[in-house]
């Protein structure tokens, strides 16, 4: 059993920057490909960004290229979100997510076997 715990939301003007923080439990964190989701309020949960095993390789949704970047410290069993420039767009709940078993990144949520509580994000315009 792997536990998620995401952190960083919060409240931001847009044009602003936050930083997502998701915490994974257990020791082999370095074996996990990791993901990041969001969902907004009517929508379904869609893909943001993920990242290999090693961070060598990371994949981003299209809406967030340029502005999120994706990283990983397998030390400390951390993933991260660096998110700049955000925009009211942005605003959902995110959500980090381990695959276990995968040795190549996927966009797809089904693929994903472990999932965090999600931390809310709001960009006010």
């Known amino acids: 059993q792997v536990q998620l715990v995401e952190s960083g939301g919060g409240l931001v003007q847009a044009g602003g920057s936050l930083r997502l923080s998701c915490a994974a439990s257990?020791?082999?964190?370095?074996?996990?490909?990791m993901g990041w989701f969001r969902q907004a309020p009517g929508k379904e949960r869609e893909f943001v960004s993920a990242i290999s095993r090693t961070g060598s390789s990371t994949t981003y949704a299209d809406s967030v290229k340029g502005r999120f970047t994706i990283s990983r410290d397998n030390a400390k069993n951390t993933v991260y979100l660096q998110m700049n420039s955000l925009k009211p767009e942005d605003t959902a709940v995110y959500y980090c997510?381990?695959?276990?078993?995968?040795?190549?990144?996927?966009?797809?949520?089904?693929?994903?076997?472990?999932w965090g509580q999600g931390t809310q994000v709001t960009v006010s315009s």
């Open positions: 997510a381990a695959d276990i078993s995968a040795w190549d990144i996927s966009k797809e949520s089904y693929k994903y076997d472990y």
């Open positions: 257990g020791r082999a964190f370095s074996r996990y490909t």
